[in-house]
């Protein structure tokens, strides 16, 4: 199998945010024959995007054993690849792919190291605790990927089709019928479902899991026991019962920030009660009854890690995707609408936000399709949505005063229930200020 081609096959769940960096990464990988995203039911752009790169998309029911399994019918080469959405495979991992590729035998399988984007020290823990795991009980995470042959794969019969643990038992299937081969290079994967539950809570959960399926718990037990509980770290996991807040942030940037504000006091100054907004929101918010994800623009690394900084390691992040303001919260809500029943989109420049505020909204939803949160300058400072309606959001002229007033004609339209929050003041000049910020 000297030279051998590939497909990589891809599970997806609205990754719109994270699937382009990997097709850029695997369009510069000579053996990839082909490649397939095995859909779950994404509402954003995740289908297109894939399409538009010339993608073969396959699409059903959500749960990463059954979208692996069907992504894998659909290819024909002679080995497979299996890789997260939200992975990367630099040249590195690249090179150790081609090099496997051309030496391994039928009856070998491999997976690469793993490394999380994330600088904080707890993921060096957590890394150094899996290289344990695997070094002692040969156990590597699905975020590792996984490079098998057609052939072995077929004869263990694939992934099983369990809600979880599906990485688990492809492992142990293959284990008892091949030869298992670490490759040198590494993997990086997103950390962000470690830190939407706690980057430790959701290790000794791991823990927690394997040790009962190790005992004999079967899979369907244990997504019924911890789903509920942790949907957003198990993907494929849906949660009737969970919520996401989506905090909207720039890169604390002067000059890029607050710019009317930044005309009445300068943009060193507005910068500075920009990051004493964000951060009261963020604080006011981070302890409620559901997962935080942050939501940052610009979208690459850097600003990422800035804001990741300046407002706390103990949320998500993940960057905005590109176009308007509706686009960008359209693709936000779908993204969180694939872990949870109900999303909330707040932003970062309202002083007096608070958990109650929240606890209202969501309340709202209970009864209502859309939540609003009107400002006093014609916008919104909140949107909340049970299931995603792009037509309303779609050509409002953001940033003008008709900005609530065409958002709820839309809604009407559309035949939604829509329920308005207390109105409330947007830092937009100097006038919106709290008089203690402007003594900082």
């Known amino acids: ?5 590939c497909t990589v096959i891809i599970p997806t769940l609205n990754e719109a945010s994270s699937l382009p960096n990997l097709l850029d990464d695997l369009a510069a990988c000579p053996r990839v024959e082909r490649v397939i995203v095995s859909d779950g039911g994404s509402v954003d752009a995740t289908c297109d995007i894939a399409l538009s790169r010339g993608v073969t998309v396959v699409s059903g029911r959500a749960g990463r054993g059954e979208q692996l399994r069907r992504g894998a019918s659909a290819a024909l080469s002679p080995w497979y690849v299996f890789l997260h959405a939200d992975s990367r495979l630099d040249e590195d991992a690249r090179s150790d792919l081609d090099r496997f590729l051309d030496g391994a035998t039928a009856t070998e399988f491999a997976h690469f190291g793993l490394v999380f984007d994330t600088p904080e020290p707890v993921f060096r823990f957590i890394e150094f605790g899996q290289r344990l795991r695997e070094r002692l009980f040969g156990m590597p995470y699905g975020d590792q990927g ?5 052939a072995l794969y077929d004869r263990v019969g694939g992934f099983p089709d369990w809600p979880i643990m599906e990485d688990v038992g492809i492992i142990d299937r293959l284990s008892g019928n091949g030869r298992r081969l670490a490759l040198g290079a590494t993997l990086t994967t997103s950390g962000r479902r470690y830190r939407r539950e706690g980057p430790i809570r959701a290790l000794l959960r791991n823990l927690t899991l394997i040790v009962a399926f190790r005992l004999g718990a079967d899979p369907e037990t244990l997504a019924r026991r911890y789903g509920s509980e942790h949907s ?4 494929g996991v849906y949660s009737p019962d969970a919520r996401e807040v989506i905090v909207f942030a720039r890169a604390p940037v002067p000059g890029r920030v607050k710019t ?9 100054r507005a910068t500075r009660i920009y990051r004493q907004l964000g951060r009261g929101t963020v604080d006011a918010l981070r302890d409620g009854p559901w997962a935080v994800t942050v939501h940052v623009e610009p979208p690459d690394a850097v600003s990422i890690e800035s804001v990741r900084s300046w407002l706390g390691h103990d949320v998500a992040y993940q960057g905005q995707t590109k176009g308007d303001l509706g686009t960008r919260m359209t693709a936000a809500i779908a993204d969180g609408l694939g872990r949870a029943s109900a999303v909330c989109v707040v932003g970062t420049d309202i002083p007096d936000i608070r958990e109650s505020t929240l606890c209202d909204a969501f309340d709202a939803l209970e009864t209502h399709d859309l939540v609003l949160g009107p400002a006093t300058d014609g916008g919104y400072y909140l949107v909340g949505l049970t299931r995603p309606h792009p037509e309303v959001f779609r050509d409002i002229p953001w940033s003008t005063e008709r900005v609530f007033e065409l958002t709820l004609e839309r809604a009407h339209a559309a035949g939604l229930r829509v329920a308005a929050l207390e109105p409330r003041t947007d830092v937009d000049t100097v006038d919106d200020v709290p008089a203690a910020m402007l003594e900082v």
């Open 260 to 268: 009317r504000l930044a005309a009445d006091v300068g943009p060193e």
């Open 232 to 235: 957003e770290t198990l993907p």
């Open 1 to 5: 199998m000297t030279g051998s081609v």
């Open 146 to 150: 996984l490079v098998v042959s057609r």
